[in-house]
């Protein structure tokens, strides 16, 4: 068993992939030409948006998104203390300060109840994250944004196609950053990404910092990047997004099946949210002596993983922030605890029942 099939949306899809692929190749266009303006195009529609702006990858996307957004050098930014790292990293690498938050118990997001605490002076930006397919709640978020006249950033890395008020997550703050790494819900075949945003400012500004700080070839209006999207990966992107929902349904299907089959475990903790609350990026459960359980079931041959064993604030990275353990210990608890089983929209029913088995029996012994 596969923890995640990387090679099976190219199967499904491979005319259509095949075909993208040799009209770009025969079109003599490599660098944002119109594979990207009919990804960009395609891409804000499905979320809602007004603008869209391919990038290079996940974390340019963050960096971007924070920059145009008025971040600046010696800011504070409010992050998920429970989170991928990139988005501490995208912080950093704009030359602001992360200032982490607990999540909520029921979510794993960051708890809007905890945000204004973490408020100073120096901030500027919140960058929530909608961690393992499911949204943060949003709309406390927005409220506690304009009070105090912050800039709010998404990272939906993790949660393409959800929806949280009747609204598109990337259509939640002002302003978000995809990743379209491959393992993501949608998926490029190597590296991708983007900034979608309603503001046109915000659009501008990243599409124009993007490409060397440059609207018109070498008449640089800022110290731009090359965070470029790669043609290609517009061009096999935009085949799969009409895939997504179906995909993302199919996820759900695999999440009821561990609900039914998981419920009652001693000492294994299902997510408190429904299978209609998420896009199942992730389907992780806690459990007590995790990395047992997590050795068993490698011994049968069901492969898990873990996000993530080491919390931001833990890892060598961020030690000069002089953050120790027992300063977020609800972050730090589930990251001891998380355990993620396999989950993709090309999973076999048979596989879900056999990982249910598989735990019910490694629990039993
Ligand atoms: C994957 C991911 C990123 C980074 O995306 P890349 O395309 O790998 O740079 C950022 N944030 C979260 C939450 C992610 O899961």
Redesign the pocket.
């Given at each position: 068993m596969q923890f995640l099939d990387m090679k099976a949306p190219y199967l499904e899809l491979k005319d259509k992939l095949d075909a993208a692929y040799l009209r770009f190749m025969n079109s003599g266009r490599y660098v944002l030409g119109p594979e990207t303006e009919e990804f960009e195009k395609l891409w804000a529609e499905y979320c809602g948006c007004r603008y869209c702006v391919g990038v290079s990858?996940?974390?340019?996307?963050?960096c971007l998104g924070l920059e145009a957004g008025g971040v600046s050098p010696g800011d504070e930014v409010i992050v998920p203390a429970n989170?991928?790292i990139?988005?501490w990293l995208?912080v950093s690498h704009v030359g602001a300060v992360p200032v982490p938050v607990e999540p909520e118990e029921k979510s794993f997001n960051i708890d809007p109840a905890k945000i204004e605490a973490a408020i100073t002076a120096k901030t500027t930006a919140i960058a929530a994250?909608h961690?393992f397919g499911r949204p943060a709640d949003m709309e406390p978020v927005m409220a506690i944004a304009k009070k105090h006249n912050l800039f709010v950033l998404e990272?939906n890395?993790?949660s393409q196609g959800a929806f949280c008020h009747g609204r598109r997550t990337g259509h939640l703050g002002h302003a978000a950053?995809f990743?379209?790494?491959p393992?993501?819900n949608i998926g490029a075949f190597g590296?991708?990404?983007c900034v979608t945003t309603d503001d046109h400012e915000i659009a501008d500004r990243v599409r124009v910092l993007r490409n060397y700080g440059s609207r018109i070839k070498y008449h640089n209006e800022l110290k731009g990047y090359n965070r470029r999207i790669d043609d290609l990966q517009a061009a096999f992107l935009a085949v799969k997004i009409p895939y997504l929902d179906e995909w993302n349904a199919r996820r759900r299907n695999i999440a009821e099946r561990y609900f039914a089959g998981l419920s009652g475990i001693p000492g294994v903790r299902l997510p408190e949210y429904t299978p209609a609350d998420s896009v199942w990026?992730q389907f992780v459960i806690r459990v007590e002596n995790r990395d047992a359980v997590r050795e068993s079931l490698r011994l049968t041959g069901i492969p898990t993983m873990i996000h993530y064993p080491v919390p931001p604030h833990l890892s060598a990275a961020y030690r000069e922030l002089g953050f120790r353990r027992g300063d977020f210990p609800l972050t730090e608890r589930l990251a001891d605890t998380f355990l993620s089983l396999p989950i993709g929209p090309h999973m076999p029913a048979a596989d879900a029942e056999e990982v249910i088995a598989a735990l019910r029996a490694v629990i039993a012994d």
């Open positions: 990858n996940g974390l340019d996307a963050l989170t991928y990139a988005t995208a994250v961690l990272d890395a993790q950053a990743s379209f790494y393992a993501k590296e991708a990404g990026h």
